[in-house]
């Protein structure tokens, strides 16, 4: 069981649904065999930031049989060790110092954003924004960003024109039981 405390207005609020957030989620463990390549292809399609050192969340890095990912749903980074297309480590590691800690049991890759930019998204959104605000200017800096396939800052406020289907938290927690506060209804009122 879970409990979840939050506001009226976060309950109405639209988010990525479930099955886009399970196509982009990856699980990997020692001895997985998997090809450096594909890791990386599952990483940029799910937002991931190639970078040379790895400090965020949200960003990999790549130096010969060592991948660096610092996933979206982990608070360190983690590094992958290969030998041949198998993994042979999974370590956290420090992103200041860089050195590796102790032992990662298994890396859940999750996305690194709500806007997951890929073909699909990316015509939708230009179809929807076309519908919205008609033929985008020359110097509109969000159109020519997602066209190019960038993430633009605040892209996640742009989040309906993104999907066909949104959720909501009630559709991530089936059997929910609502408990409100004693003055909802006017706090519904003020949101």
Partial sequence: KQIIITTSKATITRTINQETIIENCHQYDVKYKVSHDEIIKKLIAANYERTETVNEAGEFAERGSIIDIFPSNFNKPVRLDFFGNEIESLKYFDPISQITTEACKELIITPASEVILNEKSISLFKTNYRNLFGIAKSDDLLFEAVSNN??????????????????????????????????????????
């Fill in 150 to 191: 960038i993430k633009h800052i605040g892209i996640e406020h742009w989040l309906p024109l993104f999907y066909a289907e949104l959720s909501d938290i009630f559709q991530y927690c089936p059997n929910h039981i609502i408990i409100e506060e004693q003055n909802l209804e006017s706090a519904n009122k003020e949101n």
